[in-house]
T-cell receptor
Framework: EAGVTQSPTHLIKTRGQQATLRCSPISGHTSVYWYQQALGLGLQFLLWYDEGEERNRGNFPPRFSGRQFPNYSSELNVNALELEDSALYLC??????????????FGPGTRLTVL | GNSVTQMEGPVTLSEEAFLTINCTYTATGYPSLFWYVQYPGEGLQLLLKATKADDKGSNKGFEATYRKETTSFHLEKGSVQVSDSAVYFCALKPSGGSNYKLTFGKGTLLTVNP
């Protein structure tokens, strides 16, 4: 069974540009979570999508947004990039949000560098 | 709110030494508890989990027991290997409700020397 995939592996942008990161969940999983892992800050929850809807977002500005497509893949968009957006962005999927014991499975991440 | 506190690193051990990484949590009810491992340059991999009090999660020689009375989920391994060098994250997922996001500890860097 294929795991969670993310693309691109690395992304280099300059300040003010926009970045688009993509995530494909494990087949059959309908819920996708995005996390930011910035140096020294640990893992911070960004966004949660389930069945195509945004269900929750973390403490991030509106320039962090995303969507989930009918095939349950997801896209994270970061507008007006700032230097402090440089981080590893991790996507995770679970089978469905209604199951209390579901485990989140993580992809390898996209390393975003803002110059 | 929910929080996870894990011991500050880095932790440096010799091969075959005993490992303990402490993790305590704050949450209402009975959250699910997880240990994830991140090898250099990679994403997170689930190491083990426990979903109710007194459950013991185990995998690859690692163990952790869900202790409700001490709100702890300490990670242990009897004999570490060089290949165990990685960052270890303790995490919780709240029980019930509709918010399933994970709350992570800050991570503990483990280095095992030959």
């Amino acid at each position: 069974e294929a795991g969670v995939t993310q693309s691109p592996t690395h992304l280099i942008k300059t300040r003010g540009q926009q970045a688009t990161l993509r995530c494909s969940p494990i087949s059959g999983h309908t819920s996708v979570y995005w996390y930011q892992q910035a140096l020294g800050l640990g893992l911070q929850f960004l966004l949660w999508y389930d069945e195509g809807e945004e269900r929750n977002r973390g403490n991030f500005p509106p320039r962090f947004s995303g969507r989930q497509f009918p095939n349950y893949s997801s896209e994270l968009n970061v507008n007006a990039l700032e230097l402090e957006d440089s981080a590893l962005y991790l996507c995770a999927s679970i089978l469905g949000s209604v199951r209390d014991t579901d485990t989140q499975y993580f992809g390898p991440g996209t390393r975003l560098t803002v110059l | 709110g929910n929080s996870v506190t894990q011991m500050e690193g880095p932790v440096t051990l010799s091969e075959e030494a005993f490992l303990t990484i402490n993790c305590t949590y704050t949450a209402t009810g009975y959250p699910s508890l997880f240990w994830y491992v991140q090898y250099p340059g990679e994403g997170l991999q689930l190491l083990l989990k426990a979903t109710k009090a007194d459950d013991k999660g185990s995998n690859k020689g690692f163990e952790a027991t869900y202790r409700k009375e001490t709100t702890s989920f300490h990670l242990e391994k009897g004999s570490v290997q060089v290949s165990d060098s990685a960052v270890y994250f303790c995490a919780l997922k709240p029980s019930g409700g509709s918010n399933y996001k994970l709350t992570f500890g800050k991570g503990t860097l483990l280095t095992v020397n030959p």
